[in-house]
């Protein structure tokens, strides 16, 4: 599986930008994608995640109500749309595939490929 994330770049507190994740490979009917970030000197942490049969979305707390995730099956391609973006958003966006439980979703290691990460800057 490729996966290929794109849409980073510069923003002001307060704004929006949206990440695109394209997949190819396979069909992707019973796995889940997700979406992690990792900021200068910390570790990598969950974002978000969508089943994508269904689209069941699970949100870190850190960003519940202002992200979101959505699917375009035709395009096999997730969005992550970040809105009311804050100087700790900086960071590398990484999106990933698994098929992790529901319970999982948040544990990097259930995910076993990785896309090669966007830059996502928030200034003040």
């Known amino acids: 599986v490729q996966l290929q994330a794109s849409g980073g770049g510069l923003v002001q507190a307060g704004g929006s930008l949206r990440l695109s994740c394209a997949a190819s490979g396979r069909s992707f009917r019973n796995y889940v994608l997700g979406w992690f970030r990792q900021a200068p000197g910390k570790e990598r942490e969950f974002v978000g995640a969508i089943k994508w049969s269904g689209g069941t979305t699970v949100f870190a707390d850190s960003v519940k109500g202002r992200f979101t995730i959505s699917r375009d099956n035709a395009k096999n391609t997730v969005y992550l749309q970040m809105n009311s973006l804050k100087p700790e958003d900086t960071a590398v966006y990484y999106c990933?595939?698994?098929?992790?439980?529901?319970?999982?979703?948040?544990?990097?290691?259930?995910?076993?490929?990785w896309g090669q990460g966007t830059q996502v800057t928030v200034s003040s």
């Open positions: 990933a595939i698994g098929r992790p439980a529901l319970s999982a979703y948040h544990l990097a290691d259930v995910y076993y490929d």
